[in-house]
């Protein structure tokens, strides 16, 4: 079974700042097959990225994701204030499974 | 638009049994996996299961097989996610979420507002 595992844990970071995200893969996998999600406080998460790198429907331009193999990054690259939240990677080869979150908090 | 509408929280007691569901609308339901996922209180996301309403195919992730079961009705359209025996440590919030991603559905596109399980004696 793949392990995603994200870093840092918490990122404490400032508005206009660029929030570099990092989700490791115990062994390689297919960049198809891995996203991004977004949950704040009180809500369920939302699609940022699918592919590795494309962006969902309606998700701003300052989100963008990168990587391959067991290396994956996602990039935000001016922070908003609204962008503040749990991210979380996913991937699916034959079973599903999610990285453990990397908190981003402001500074 | 794509909805999935998930039924109110529940407070139960261990023991009790509980089906919990998620309506889709918007899109043809028979076509797209739906998967449950649990949210335990500020902790991170837990892929349960995945069902095909088409044909009631499912999966279950090897940490929830056997603890619980997913089904669906696709005449309404809804997918339900039961336990026979609740234990306290079912307590969580659960999320169904459309899986896609073209011939190999791979993620979640669309989520359900959540429906929050409370199990207290």
């Known amino acids: 079974e793949i392990v995603l595992t994200q870093s840092p844990g918490t990122l404490s970071l400032s508005p206009g700042e660029r929030a570099t995200l990092s989700c490791r893969a115990s062994?390689?996998?297919?960049?198809?097959?891995l996203a991004w999600y977004q949950q704040k406080p009180g809500q369920a998460p939302r699609l940022l990225i699918y592919?590795?790198?494309s962006r969902a429907t309606g998700i701003p331009d300052r989100f963008s994701g990168s990587g391959s193999g067991t290396d994956f990054t996602l990039t935000i690259s001016r922070l908003e204030p609204e962008d503040f939240a749990v991210f979380y990677c996913q991937h699916f080869g034959g079973s599903l499974t999610f990285g453990g979150g990397t908190k981003l908090e402001i500074k | 638009e794509v909805q999935l509408v998930q039924s109110g929280a529940e407070v139960k007691k261990p023991g009790e049994s509980l089906k919990i569901s998620c309506k889709g609308s918007g899109y043809s339901f028979t076509s797209y996996w739906i998967g449950w996922v649990r949210q335990m209180s500020g902790k991170g996301l837990e892929w349960m299961g995945i069902?095909?309403?088409?044909?009631?195919?499912?999966r279950y992730s090897p940490s929830f097989q056997g603890q619980v079961t997913i089904s669906a009705d696709k005449s309404i359209s809804t997918a339900y996610l039961q336990w026979s025996s609740l234990k306290a440590s079912d307590t969580a919030m659960y999320y169904c979420?459309?899986?896609?991603?073209?011939?190999?559905?791979?993620?979640?596109?669309?989520w359900g507002q959540g429906t929050l399980v409370t199990v207290s004696s």
């Open positions: 979420a459309r899986l896609t991603g073209g011939n190999s559905p791979y993620y979640f596109d669309n």
């Open positions: 592919g590795a790198s």
């Open positions: 062994q390689s996998v297919s960049s198809s097959y």
């Open positions: 069902i095909y309403p088409g044909d009631s195919d499912t």
